[in-house]
T-cell receptor, first 113, second 117 residues
Framework: SQQGEEDPQALSIQEGENATMNCSYK?????LQWYRQNSGRGLVHLIL?????REKHSGRLRVTLDTSKKSSSLLITASRAADTASYFC?????????????FGAGTRLAVHP | KAGVTQTPRYLIKTRGQQVTLSCSPI?????VSWYQQTPGQGLQFLFE???????NKGNFPGRFSGRQFSNSRSEMNVSTLELGDSALYLC????????????????FGPGTRLTVT
């Protein structure tokens, strides 16, 4: 079962624009992670935000977490063609497993030159 | 450090056969997880191993099994393959032993693309 649901499913923008992806989840969490996947390859960890953090930055990435709304957003500023990928949010398995990630369906981002 | 490696990268098998996929984690990582990715079901957790012990198992039939060796390398096996097993199988390792109900950043390999015909 999927814990996180991303919105939108697909996003198409021009280089230089900002891209915002949203993730909603169902149960309380200790942290939330975002990953990127290029064209059916392995996932790359982008950022982890803890439940007591509201916002976190990493380069051109900005992640927010609203635990009251059970939602998170990933903002990519000044997008580049190389940012074209699928982006997934991931939360800990709510059944209490160790190092178990539950992924959302992902947002497919296309950045056009 | 070298990243997570998975072998083989591509595999074609026939229904009814069995398959073994291999994963070598980043040196020093003792937690290894496996995920299945399909267009219909997305990314789904298969199992996680730490120090040769399976600590978690996802909701998959018993045809899916795995193990971890003393050097942290891991294998997963799928017996009696079905068409629906066609997927990208991803292995991930973590430097964290983890705590129940918590997850930490994981480092993924490139995956093994399995096609069942």
């Amino acid at each position: 079962s999927q814990q996180g649901e991303e919105d939108p499913q697909a996003l198409s923008i021009q280089e230089g624009e900002n891209a915002t992806m949203n993730c909603s989840y169902k149960t309380s969490i200790n942290n939330l992670q975002w990953y990127r996947q290029n064209s059916g390859r392995g996932l790359v960890h982008l950022i982890l935000i803890r439940s007591n953090e509201r916002e976190k930055h990493s380069g051109r990435l900005r992640v927010t977490l609203d635990t009251s709304k059970k939602s998170s957003s990933l903002l990519i500023t000044a997008s580049r063609a190389a940012d074209t990928a699928s982006y997934f949010c991931a939360t800990p398995g709510h059944s209490g497993g160790y190092n178990k990630l539950i992924f959302g369906a992902g947002t497919r981002l296309a950045v056009h030159p | 450090k070298a990243g997570v490696t998975q072998t083989p990268r591509y595999l074609i098998k026939t229904r009814g056969q069995q398959v073994t996929l291999s994963c070598s984690p980043i040196s020093g990582h003792r937690s290894v997880s496996w995920y299945q990715q399909t267009p219909g079901q997305g990314l789904q957790f298969l199992f996680e191993y730490f120090s040769e012990t399976q600590r978690n198992k996802g909701n998959f039939p018993g045809r899916f099994s795995g193990r971890q060796f003393s050097n942290s390398r891991s294998e997963m096996n799928v017996s009696t393959l079905e068409l629906g097993d066609s997927a990208l199988y991803l292995c991930a390792s973590s430097p964290h032993s983890g705590e129940r109900g918590l997850s930490y950043e994981q480092y993924f390999g490139p995956g093994t693309r399995l096609t069942v015909t």
